[in-house]
């Protein structure tokens, strides 16, 4: 699998490609772990377009991260579902936890959604 | 088209995708299976060779044999997963959603639930010590005419 990060003002964003499984989660753990100790994340970001397979491994350190980023008062989000991983995503009930738009912009107005009402 | 499949290999992580191309270049070449069955018939084998080589050899990498069979009828793949570890004590809590005897690990426990959504039948046999056989069976348009 393949994945690189960028961020958006606050926002962590990390597009994955490939596949995610048990073999290849560990390097996204880590990945995102580094990025999170910098302390520049409030929220995190999936793009998930280029993502063509993940099983139950993946979906386990997808909310590994996701109890991190809740902890510290984020939230986390997902946009362009793979249509690859739309059955697991409803068995999984993921959208419940890592609710996933149909954009980048849409995605970033929901986590940025309550950020004013607390300034 | 009838036909069968056997792999046998040894139970580290980078054959999970080995394994589950191999079932569905095998699937594709018997049956009229869509993007979204392969993809589902992927996905539990994956979660089932994953099974194996965490809880059943328990991560150890100086570790036993998983064997992956494959079988084909008209409308029908049948997919056997067995393992020679350490077996499931406890089949039915096993199977239960989100359950996992590895939390501190990450695993969300939902290996089983994945396979039982994603295929059409499911048998798990396990003995203590001699290891574990995954049974699934999936029909060729049962899911998408629903």
Avoid: C
């Avoid at chain 2, 993007?35 to 150890?60: C, F, G, P, Q, R």
Wanted: charged share 25%; hydrophobic share 40%.
């Amino acid at each position: 699998m393949g994945f690189s990060t960028r961020y958006r003002g606050n926002i962590l964003v990390v597009s994955l490609s490939g596949e995610l499984d048990h073999h290849t989660a560990d390097e996204l753990r880590q990945t995102v772990e580094k990025e999170l100790d910098k302390d520049i994340a409030r929220h995190i970001l999936l793009d998930l377009s280029q993502l063509v397979f993940m099983d139950s491994s993946g979906v386990g350190v997808l909310l590994g991260r996701y109890r991190r980023i809740l902890a510290q008062g984020g939230k986390m989000a997902a946009y362009s579902l793979h249509p690859h991983l739309e059955h697991l995503y409803e068995v999984a009930a993921l959208s419940k936890v890592i609710p996933a738009f149909a954009s980048e912009n849409l995605a970033v107005n929901e986590l940025k959604k309550d950020e004013g009402l607390r300034r | 088209m009838n036909g069968w499949v056997e792999l046998r290999i040894p139970a580290l992580s980078q054959n999970e995708s080995f394994a589950r191309m191999v079932v569905a270049f095998f699937a594709l070449q018997a049956g009229d299976w869509s993007v979204a069955e392969l993809n589902e018939i992927k996905t539990a084998v994956s979660e089932a060779v994953t099974n194996a080589i965490i809880h059943a050899y328990e991560d150890n990498l100086d570790t036993g044999d998983i064997v992956v069979q494959g079988q084909a009828t008209p409308g029908t793949l049948e997919v056997t997963i067995t393992d020679f570890g350490r077996g499931i004590a406890d089949i039915v809590r096993a199977r239960e959603p989100l359950f996992t005897t590895k939390a501190h690990e990450e695993r969300s426990g939902l290996g089983f639930t994945v396979m039982e959504n994603f295929m059409d039948e499911l048998t798990v046999t396990s003995s203590p010590r001699q290891g574990t056989s995954i049974r699934m069976v999936k029909y060729l348009n049962l899911t998408t005419v629903q």
